[in-house]
């Protein structure tokens, strides 16, 4: 198991936090002590999920939990930006975050939900999705494998914890 702060998806919840406390700062009075304190605890409640997801043999109920407190926070910035307690500038800022963490903590869910947390073939094979889908419940996915030179393509349950997808260049 990773160190907790070694983890990307805590690496980038630490910044978001960094990031809206230094935000929080700028409200006016009205807001700074409501709207702001808000935002700060929902983005403590997420690194310590973060935290309990990856030392607690049981990670989906913390990850999911991880993903409220995100979309709280997400609501926290679209409410301050309405206010015009924030620029529009700040607010693509702190969605990027945001963003970011999301794709990371959904990615997360799936390969936990999927393996029961354990990460299989990690010396074996990588597998990533492509854009194409077979149909409603399955899509292609490449794999590489570490006992030949081939790109082997696959049609999987779309479930699977796999990379995110290969891009058409």
């Not at 709207?35 to 935290?51: D, H």
């Not at 939900?113 to 354990?118: D, E, K, T």
């Not at 790109?151 to 796999?162: A, H, S, Y």
Request: aromatic content about 10%; hydrophobic content about 35%; proline content about 1%.
């Amino acid at each position: 198991m990773a160190q907790y702060d070694q983890l990307p998806v805590f690496k980038k919840s630490y910044d978001l936090l960094l990031a809206v406390y230094e935000t929080a700062g700028m409200f006016g009075r009205e807001f700074k002590y409501t709207l702001g304190e808000n935002m700060k605890k929902e983005s403590l409640a997420l690194i310590v999920c973060i935290y309990k997801a990856n030392s607690l043999a049981s990670r989906a109920p913390q990850i999911s939990e991880a993903k409220e407190h995100l979309e709280i926070i997400r609501l926290h910035v679209r409410i301050s930006k309405d206010l015009k307690q924030m620029t529009l500038k700040k607010m693509i800022f702190l969605n990027e975050f945001i963003e970011s963490i999301s794709k990371q903590l959904t990615g997360w869910e799936k390969a936990v939900n999927q393996n029961n947390g354990n990460f299989n073939d990690l010396t074996n094979n990588a597998n990533f999705w492509s854009s194409s889908q077979n149909d409603a419940t399955n899509a292609w996915n490449r794999n590489l494998n570490y006992n030949n030179a081939n790109v082997n393509r696959n049609n999987n349950n779309k479930t699977n914890g796999f990379s995110g997808r290969c891009l058409k260049v």
